[in-house]
């Protein structure tokens, strides 16, 4: 009897082919491509963030903030017409799956958010790290943005950072 290119056997093993031997390695592998392309995909990847151009980015005074909060320590913006592409530089306590940043967002002097970052996995051994948020609407009477980060477990806490809008 030949069978789905077996001789003489037939398949009792109703498994997908996949999760047979050296399956479980396929499944981990496409993981992890998942996980780093999620990491660097369309342009989010790290990129250095200018600290000292006054026209496009601002210090703020680090707050005293508690333990285990996500801060923002630096940003960067471009873009004119009222779209912008904004970058972040958190700086976080992660320290696996159960406990990392989580995301950042900018907001408007009111507090309005403007836009969301979500940041798909923990940055263990990457501190500080950068991303970047494109397609930002800012109106036209907002002068300046805060960056703030957000930590899976405590939250919005953290020191933040402000930014100049350019032309403004």
Request: net charge negative; hydrophobic share 35%; with cysteine.
């Amino acid at each position: 009897m030949r069978r789905n290119g077996m001789i003489g056997r037939r398949r009792t093993d109703h498994r997908a082919p996949w999760t047979n031997r050296g399956g479980r390695l396929v499944v981990v592998a496409l993981g992890a491509i998942m996980v780093l392309a999620a990491c660097t995909s369309a342009g989010d990847a790290e990129q250095p963030v200018p600290g000292g151009d006054p026209a496009t980015s601002a210090t703020s005074a680090p707050a005293d903030t508690p333990a285990g909060c996500a801060n923002v320590i630096d940003g960067s913006i471009e873009g004119d017409s009222g779209t912008y592409r904004i970058s972040a530089t958190v700086l976080s306590p992660d320290t696996g799956w159960e406990k990392y940043a989580d995301a950042w967002e900018v907001r408007a002097p009111d507090g309005t958010v403007l836009g969301t970052r979500v940041l798909a996995h923990p940055h263990v051994d990457e501190q500080p790290f950068t991303r970047s948020l494109g397609g930002i609407e800012i109106p036209e009477s907002v002068t300046t943005v805060e960056l703030a980060a957000r930590d899976l477990v405590e939250g919005y806490c953290g020191s933040t950072f402000e930014l100049s809008v350019p032309g403004r």
